[in-house]
DNA sequence: CGCGGATTTGAGCGACGTCAAGGAGCGTGG
DNA sequence: CCACGCTCCTTGACGTCGCTCAAATCCGCG
């Protein structure tokens, strides 16, 4: 099965498991309050099952609670871009409930669950909840800023470059998130990287290789091990993306 | 002087010439009276000005009221990328407002004349107006799925695929702002046409020759005539961006 | 063991970049 | 009026980064 919906065994937001991390912003207790109302459900997904499809008009918003997954856009003959990766904490389908049509689709990399809210409750909480209505925000303004960095990274970063950058992106994400044990492994196979980078397969293995020969990366079982996230920093040039404390709902 | 505060000669809310196009939703009296509070004043930049620069704390918020302008991040060694462009309608230096610091400049192409507002107000509008607190949620989502699309086009689109996206996009919102008068013309060189593309100029100008020999665009006078903008959406691809009524602020 | 997906590697090619030079248009100063 | 210097556009020659085609290997899974 490839989605379940528990409304029964849904985790109450005042034991959610990121409220305690310090990447993550506190609640007042009348915003939990809300919240916790606000959210209907949980919905756990399958590594490779399609949360969200570009077209569909869901009447659902999404945050997600535990796993990866990546929005992507496709042409018509099949090329695909992937636009970002989705990590706990980040709203999934905010610009279907206000544009009202998915402009992107979004897969799973990993199982992962999500916090279901409704659509149509988002009006209650910009009038009701500003402060929530500022996160969402927020977050919007964050996903941009992203977003730009990628565009400048696929319009004017060389192959490695690139590749250096998206990894060393990714392990900073995951490490904010405490999902790392040790080491960073990202959960994702060289295919994902191509789409990501606007590359060919083949280049990217042959990119890849270069940073594993350097030491920076290993390349095992379907995922990628950051073993130097600052050779891949110095590589790509990029700085990093300082966040102190961030709003989620 | 590249730069000119009008504080006096400002345009009353309740006259401005953006409200009465199709392409924008209605105001309540309510919401009129709060922007025309909350707008401070008007600046005035001539052509090349930049607006807002990537690292700047600006007290400031915008909204473009009329002309021309690009967001762009740059690398250490000069490399830059077009994000996107900014026109009529458009918010500017929200990112900055919500998360303290630019992270991307902001250049004009033509003169241009923007509605100024202060930041610190940002949040008595979210308290206040939760229809205009959505409205600039609206705004964020939008913005992010053009760069969606810009990103797709990047990664995914071959060199002549990519410039055809571009002018169609660029043609589609100039003639939705009626900024257009019989034909549609777009105030930017090839190497901004090549920053956007993450292409070379050289490239960009065998590119567009050949979009000019097939009779769909015109290069004249340092700006861009689009002849044909079916032909532009058949070459590229792009369905277009169907918008009835978007908000702003 | 066989199969399919992921990774790896080599060979050849083509899209796009770099270098270089020239022309057109425009503003400035003589 | 003309010379100039500047920016922008154009074009050709040539190099290279990244793509396609192709084949081999590895691995988990049924």
Chains 1, 2 share one sequence.
């Not at 310090?22 to 109302?37: G, I, K």
């Not at 990993?110 to 996160?135: G, I, K, W």
């Not at 130097?228 to 102190?244: F, N, P, Q, R």
Request: with cysteine.
């Amino acid at each position: 099965m490839a989605a379940k919906l528990t409304n029964s065994r849904k985790t109450p937001c005042e034991l959610c498991p990121l409220r305690p991390l310090p990447h993550f912003r506190e609640f007042t207790s009348e915003e939990l309050d809300f919240v916790s109302d606000f959210k209907k459900g949980e919905l756990t997904v399958d590594p490779g099952a399609i949360v969200l499809l570009e077209g569909a008009r869901s009447a659902h918003l999404y945050t997600v609670l535990s796993g990866w997954a990546f929005r992507y856009k496709t042409l018509l003959d099949g090329r695909r871009q992937i636009l970002n990766y989705v990590m706990p904490g980040d709203l999934v389908g905010l610009q279907g409930s206000i544009t009202g049509e998915m402009q992107h689709s979004v897969e799973a990399l990993s199982t992962v669950t999500l916090c279901v809210f409704e659509r149509t409750q988002l009006h209650t909480l910009f009038s009701r909840y500003p402060s929530l209505a500022y996160d969402i925000t927020w977050i919007a303004a964050r996903e941009e800023r992203i977003l730009d960095e990628h565009l400048l990274s696929i319009g004017r970063r060389t192959a490695i470059e690139r590749a250096a950058y998206l990894l060393a992106f990714l392990a900073q994400r995951a490490k904010a998130l405490r999902m790392v044990e040790g080491r960073v492994v990202l959960p994702i196979t060289q295919q994902h990287v191509a789409d990501t980078l606007g590359l060919s397969i083949v280049h990217t293995n042959k990119t890849l290789k270069k940073l594993a020969d350097r030491g920076a990366i290993v390349w095992r079982d379907r995922s990628c091990d950051v073993l130097d996230e600052e050779a891949l920093k110095a590589v790509s040039g990029w700085e990093g993306l300082e966040e102190k404390s961030r709003p989620f709902i």
